[in-house]
């Protein structure tokens, strides 16, 4: 981030004060402006609705119910401002969670919190989500391959536009999705044309098309899922 840029402003949700105070400094570090941090759904409510941040970062299950408390407030902040970049943080893979919410549109994110390894990693995926990108955790891109469906409308695509689409929808960019294919950035960029012109995807701009696809991609393995209520969700 340029000096001259102005800082993301980011409200976090934790119930961990540690964790979350924790995540503030790094944040702060990195920035970002952490304009509040709250301890509760309600409390997280009430501030971005006062604050109108740019990104909130939010744990799924908070006080007092410990189940959806998170979750249930980050849908509530999506319906009431669509333009706010929304990352869920969880402890465990809940794919009948938070699912609807990330396939709902761009600028959103969920993430496991054991995985969130790498600094610099973490700082580009917020970023990536504020500019509008959908970023999922490569576990939960599992869960969701393993619960295709029978009818596929990613059948049009080869197995190796396969494996980009997944790495799309973990957020690797073109130059990470070479690295782990160990291929050229440019055999991946016309893979990703190839992707985007085989699901007869509306003409927009390039983050939006990936974008686009990627959903494609969350779409079709959310009709395979147990949870029936997911399909309606994205569909």
Do not use: C, W
């Amino acid at each position: 981030m340029k000096v001259t840029d102005k800082p993301t402003s980011v409200v976090l949700a934790d119930d961990d004060v540690l964790l979350r105070e924790g995540m503030a400094s790094l944040l702060q570090r990195s920035g970002f402006d952490v304009a509040g941090q709250a301890g509760d759904a309600p409390q997280l409510v009430t501030m971005v609705r006062e604050l109108r941040p740019e990104l909130v970062i939010v744990d799924i299950r908070m006080p007092p119910g410990y189940s959806t408390e998170g979750l249930e407030a980050a849908r509530e902040i999506r319906a009431s401002f669509p333009d706010i970049a929304i990352l869920v943080l969880s402890a465990h893979v809940e794919v009948e969670h938070a699912m609807d919410l990330v396939a709902s549109g761009q600028r959103s994110g969920y993430l496991l919190k054991s995985r969130i390894i790498n600094v610099d990693d973490f700082i580009e995926t917020l970023r990536q989500i504020v500019r509008g990108g959908a970023v999922i955790d490569p576990e939960l891109v599992k869960e969701l391959v393993a619960a295709r469906r029978v009818s596929d409308p990613l059948d049009v695509l080869s197995a190796r536009e396969r494996e980009v689409l997944a790495l799309m929808a973990e957020g690797r960019s073109n130059n990470g999705i070479a690295r782990e294919l160990f291929v050229t950035e440019g055999t991946v960029e016309k893979h990703v044309r190839s992707i985007l012109m085989k699901l007869r995807l509306p003409e927009a701009d390039d983050m939006h098309r990936r974008v686009l696809a990627v959903l494609t991609f969350l779409n079709a393995q959310l009709a395979g899922s147990p949870a029936e209520d997911l399909a309606d969700a994205v569909g």
